[in-house]
C-alpha cells in the first residue's frame, strides 16, 4: 500500500508525519531532538528506511543523528567536522582574510544508491562525505578551491544548503552556497567550478561577470532530465538547459521574484513552483497572501495556487529547504512555514490543507514516497 | 567518585537520568573530568568542547561550589570538594538567547 513520509525539520525538534496514499489523514510523531534546532532530515533513496539528520544547538554545537526504521528510533553518529589540511580563510565582512570555521550542517544529501553514502552541506561553506553511515566525514576540498577566498558570508551565514546529485551521471554534483553561488563537479566531488554565468544580482554584485558572490537560494532538477536546473536566486528565478553552464532569468508575471524554496513536480519536468516573498528585507508574502506559484511551462508564465492557503494576513515565510512533493499520482506538493504549519496538497497544488498548524518555526520539509 | 551534573538536552543525548558518578586518575581537573565524560558518552563528544580544539564550547560554563569555573585553566585541579564527590561538577547551559 502507497504511503507519503514527511521529514520535518523545525527551530525545536523534528518531527515525522505519515499519511497513506490517499494523503487524507495524517499521523504526527514528535518532537524527536526536543528543543533542538534541526535544519535537516532525509531518506536514503535506496533504503526508505534510513534516515539522516541534522541536530544543531548554539549551546551544544552539531549532532548526526542516524535512523534505520523511518524515524521511529535513533542513534547519534559522527559529527566531527575537520576541514581539510589546513583550513585557509574566506573574505570577511570588512573586506579582511577570516578562518574557516565549522558551525553546523545545513542539508544532509544520501547517495541514490548506497545507504551508507552521504554528503553534507555545512556552514561555513564547504562540502563533507561519509561512506560509513555517518560514522566519520571527510571534506571534498575542492569545492572551496573555486575561489572559496572570494566567499563572504550573508546575513543567514555562509551555508552549503543545496546538494543535488545526477541519478543520469554518477561524478556529476551540483552545490549551491548562500552569498557565493552554484558550482558543478563532474569528477565525483574533487574539482569544481562556479556555474554563474547568467546570473545578475547588479544589488549585490557590481559586476555584471562575477563567477562568484550571487546569493542561490534553491536549485531543483527534475530527474529525467538533470541537465535541466530551476533555480530561486535571492530575487530571480532562473532556469538552466544546459547543467548551470548558461543561466536564463524565468521569473516572468510572478508578483514577486524573491523567495527561497523551489520545486518541480514529481511526473511534469516542466511543472514548477516557488513561494513569492515581497523582498528581501520583508520576508512574508506579497499583499499578505499565502500563495504558491505553478508554472507549467517551464517558467515565464506562472499561476497563483491559493485554495486552502490564507488570502489575508498572513506574513510567513518558507525556507529553502522547506518544500518537496512526492512520487505518487497525482503528485502531492507539500511546504512548511515560519509560523509552524506544514500545508500538503493531493492534486500537485490545486488545493491545500494544513496538515499540522502549530509546529515550531519548519525549517525544513523533505518527503519519501513509500512504495 | 566525580559527580557530574549534565545539561538537560545533554543528559537528553547520552540517555542519562540524574548525575553522573564517574572515575577520574588524580589530579582532578576540567580536562580530566571531561575526558571521562566523553569516555563514557562518546556521544557526547563536541557538544561540551570542541572537538578540534578542546576549547569550551562559547555558551558552556563549568560551576562548582557556587563558583563559575569556565574561565579556570583545563588542567587546574578542581576543588577538593569536587574531587571528592562531595560537591558536583556542573556543566550549564549558559544563558543566553533572549
Redesign the interface.
Known amino acids: 500500500m502507497s504511503g507519503v513520509r514527511l521529514l520535518v525539520g523545525t527551530r525545536k525538534g523534528a518531527f515525522v508525519l505519515t499519511a497513506d496514499g490517499k494523503r487524507r489523514r495524517w499521523d504526527i510523531s514528535g518532537p524527536h531532538f526536543?528543543?533542538?534546532e534541526v535544519y535537516h532530515m532525509k531518506g536514503s533513496p535506496a533504503d526508505l528506511g534510513r534516515l539522516y539528520a541534522s541536530q544543531t544547538?548554539?549551546?551544544?554545537?552539531?549532532?548526526i543523528q542516524r535512523s534505520n526504521d523511518g524515524g521511529k528510533t535513533w542513534e547519534?553518529v559522527g559529527?566531527?567536522f575537520?576541514y581539510d589540511g589546513v583550513p585557509g580563510t574566506h573574505q570577511w565582512y570588512d573586506g579582511s582574510q577570516h578562518p574557516w570555521e565549522f558551525k553546523r550542517v545545513w542539508h544532509l544529501e544520501p547517495s541514490l544508491t548506497d545507504p551508507d553514502t552521504v554528503y553534507a552541506g555545512v556552514e561555513d561553506a564547504a562540502l563533507f562525505r561519509s561512506t560509513d553511515g555517518g560514522q566519520t566525514w571527510q571534506e571534498l576540498p575542492g569545492l572551496r578551491g573555486a575561489k572559496g577566498h572570494l566567499w563572504q558570508p550573508g546575513a543567514g551565514g555562509m551555508c552549503l544548503h543545496t546538494i543535488l546529485l545526477d541519478p543520469a551521471n554518477p561524478g556529476r554534483i551540483f552545490t549551491a552556497i548562500s552569498a557565493a553561488g552554484a558550482f558543478r563537479s563532474d569528477d565525483a566531488g574533487q574539482t569544481w567550478r562556479p556555474v554563474t554565468c547568467g546570473l545578475k544580482s547588479r544589488y549585490e554584485l557590481p559586476d555584471p561577470n562575477a563567477e562568484v558572490g550571487h546569493c542561490v537560494h534553491r536549485i531543483a532538477m527534475h530527474p529525467s532530465r538533470p541537465n535541466v536546473l530551476f533555480m530561486q536566486k535571492h530575487w530571480d528565478v532562473m532556469r538552466s538547459d544546459d547543467a548551470g553552464e548558461q543561466w536564463q532569468e524565468i521569473s516572468g508575471d510572478l508578483p514577486s521574484d524573491f523567495g527561497f524554496p523551489i520545486a518541480v513536480h514529481a511526473h511534469e519536468p516542466d511543472t514548477v513552483y516557488v513561494v513569492p516573498i515581497k523582498s528581501d528585507s520583508e520576508h512574508y508574502p506579497p499583499e499578505a497572501k499565502l500563495r504558491v506559484y505553478r508554472s507549467r511551462k517551464g517558467g515565464h508564465e506562472w499561476e497563483p495556487l491559493t485554495g486552502g492557503l490564507p488570502q489575508q494576513d498572513c506574513y510567513v515565510n518558507v525556507l529553502r529547504d522547506a518544500m518537496d512533493v512526492d512520487s505518487l499520482d497525482p503528485c502531492g506538493v507539500y511546504f512548511g512555514t515560519t509560523g509552524g504549519q506544514v500545508y500538503g496538497s493531493a492534486d500537485g497544488g490545486d488545493s491545500w490543507s494544513a496538515i499540522v498548524r502549530d509546529l515550531p518555526s519548519v525549517v525544513s520539509v523533505e518527503v519519501q514516497t513509500l512504495a | 567518585m566525580i559527580r557530574v551534573v549534565l545539561p538537560v538536552p545533554l543528559r537528553a543525548l547520552a540517555h542519562v537520568d540524574g548525575e553522573l558518578a564517574l572515575e577520574v586518575a588524580a589530579p582532578a581537573t576540567q580536562r580530566a573530568v571531561l575526558d571521562a565524560v566523553e569516555a563514557r558518552y562518546p556521544t557526547l563528544r563536541g557538544t561540551i568542547r570542541d572537538q578540534l580544539t578542546q576549547r569550551r564550547r562559547p555558551f558552556v560554563r563549568f560551576f562548582a561550589c557556587e563558583r563559575d569555573l569556565s574561565h579556570e585553566p583545563p588542567d587546574a585541579p578542581l576543588p577538593d570538594v569536587v574531587a571528592t564527590g562531595a560537591e558536583p561538577f556542573l556543566i550549564v547551559g549558559a544563558m543566553a538567547g533572549g
Open positions: 526536543a528543543g533542538w544547538s548554539g549551546w551544544f554545537g552539531q549532532v547519534a559529527n566531527k575537520a
